[in-house]
């Protein structure tokens, strides 16, 4: 029996995120809760996952994503969904150590041997993490559902933070952008096959490349672009650090693909829902529309994209080595941080 996955899922991967307006609003009725000493990352500044420490050389990375499908192959579904969720503790400079699955699948509608290659999926990039699946939880929804829990381990010296960037940090991307707008048109039938091996290849490559950059003292914030789009996740760093944003549009690592489609009209309606919650806080340069192909791409969910980081200007030729060394060939710089030139944290583009 032939399944198509997506067509239970009305967004796919990190494009049925909650938009950021929304998610604000929600968060703001959370009453505070007990903030102990060792909790290191909380939700003070929207970073990717909470760290306690355990001692004076170790702390715990915890984490936990799932979403709905973004693509038809249960197996690749699976992988997706877990690389997506194990980048999270990589962007904290942290190493797994151990998975969760949380599971959710219409068992009236699915048989059970495409959840099975859901889970063989998700199960084959923790082997590649290095990580069992220890465990989780499952239950039978009305959209399929997936994605983990992600425990990692780091010393509480190498954590990067969000919002620990400097005046004149270099920012550095490690993964080219386009995922969202691929599966977009995959939904549209558009998609070509080599488009959508570029898709799986982005969306499974682990970014374990995290974990070495912690050890460099040059990276001073660090998080991963995911479903808030490159714009949303880079005003996370600015509004934690207090500064504004530089980026070089022309210098954006993009898939060709997806620049195609983007300029056919084809985008995710998270971009839309993206731009709604912090389009004014984002100058787009000259020439450049608000509801252009510009910017549905910085705005574009990314479904485990690239991390985004700052770092020191005279380290940054060491940095992008780093990148490429662990295999991230289309790493690039993109701007870079400036003392906030009015009232609040901006974003330019260029």
């Known amino acids: 029996m032939e399944v198509k996955l997506t067509q239970f899922s009305h967004g796919g991967g990190c494009g ?18 007990v903030i102990p000493p060792d909790l290191l990352v909380g939700t003070e500044s929207s970073d990717d996952a909470a760290v306690y420490r355990l001692n004076d050389s170790q702390a715990l990375v915890a984490t936990t994503d799932f979403f709905t499908p973004i693509v038809d192959d249960p197996y690749d579904f699976g992988r997706i969904a877990a690389t997506n969720a194990l980048s999270d503790v990589y962007a ?38 290095g990580i069992p699946v220890a465990g ?13 829990v992600g425990l990692g381990v780091v010393h509480p010296e190498r954590v990067k933070r969000n919002d620990r960037a400097q005046v004149g940090d270099v920012l550095i ?38 974990a070495t950059l912690a050890g460099l003292d040059a990276v001073h914030a660090m998080t991963d ?19 504004d944003a530089r980026v070089r549009f022309a210098d954006l690592p993009l898939i060709d693909e997806a620049v195609a489609h983007v300029k056919d009209g084809i985008a995710t309606g998270a971009s839309t829902r993206n731009w709604a919650g912090y389009g004014d806080q984002v100058e787009l340069a000259p020439g450049m529309d608000a509801n252009g192909w510009e910017q549905k791409l910085v705005t574009d969910p990314q479904t485990s994209g690239g991390l985004l980081v700052a770092c020191a200007p005279d380290q940054a030729d060491a940095v992008l080595a780093t990148f490429r060394a662990a295999g991230f060939a289309e790493a690039a710089a993109i701007g870079e941080l400036a003392p906030v030139a009015g009232e609040t944290p901006r974003l330019r583009l260029v």
């Not at 909650?18 to 604000?24: K, M, N, R």
């Not at 080219?176 to 488009?195: C, D, F, N, R, Y």
């Open 225 to 243: 672009v995911t479903g808030f789009g490159l714009a949303g996740h880079l005003l996370e760093i600015c509004r934690g650090s207090q500064l």
């Open 173 to 210: 991307l490690g993964k080219p952008l386009g995922v969202g707008i691929l599966s977009a048109a995959l939904k549209k039938g558009k998609l070509t096959p080599e488009g959508y091996q570029t898709m799986v290849r982005w969306t499974t490559t682990l970014n374990k490349v995290g």
């Open 16 to 33: 049925c995120k909650i938009a950021p307006a929304v998610l604000q609003k929600i968060l703001a009725t959370m009453p505070p809760g």
């Open 92 to 129: 904290m400079g942290g190493t797994p150590v151990l998975a969760l699955a949380l599971v959710g699948m219409p068992l009236d509608k699915l048989p059970l041997e495409v959840i099975g290659r859901i889970l063989e999926g998700g199960a084959s990039i923790c082997r590649e993490a």
């Open 136 to 148: 989780g939880h499952s239950i039978d929804v009305l959209e399929p559902i997936y994605g983990l």
